[in-house]
């Protein structure tokens, strides 16, 4: 495992813990001494997705965790509750076979997004649903108030 801080390659395995995502490890550089956490989990074979225009490509893991790290930027979301929401739907894809419509896998994350923050469900929303204008905006927002 190379090291984030100095890129060493010399690391050790200091603490090992199994969690419902799968196993932590604390890890520490031989090199410059600094630790940092590492996050296992088991890798299923992706489904494809079928894209709005018409395109197909693999499910990608890390594309969907950078759409939702930026619709949770600058809230007071933690790392671990991205990353659960990411596993989550995840394991639901992996459960499905064959090929995936984008359409799903977007009201997966905006199911579990609302669960967790509304702002970032609205970031999120903003670019996945077809919200032309502010009218359209507004309209969400009412919709996502009356539910509470």
Not at 11 to 20: A, G, H, K, M, S
């Amino acid at each position: 495992m190379k090291c984030p801080y100095c890129q060493g390659n010399d690391t050790r395995v200091i603490d090992t813990r199994e969690t419902n995502e799968g196993v932590r490890r604390r890890r520490e550089c031989k090199g410059c001494g600094e630790r940092f956490t590492t996050y296992e989990h088991v890798a299923p074979s992706n489904p494809m997705v079928a894209k709005r225009d018409g395109r197909r490509e693999e499910f990608d893991r890390a594309k969907l965790l950078a759409g939702v790290r930026k619709a949770c930027a600058k809230r007071p979301i933690a790392v671990e509750d991205v990353e659960r929401l990411v596993n989550a739907v995840e394991g639901r894809l992996a459960r499905k076979r064959g090929e995936v419509k984008s359409r799903v896998i977007g009201d997966m994350v905006m199911e579990k997004l609302k669960e967790l923050d509304e702002v970032a469900y609205i970031r999120f929303a903003s670019v996945y649903l077809p919200l032309d204008d502010l009218d359209a905006m507004k309209r969400e927002v009412d919709r996502l108030l009356e539910q509470e």
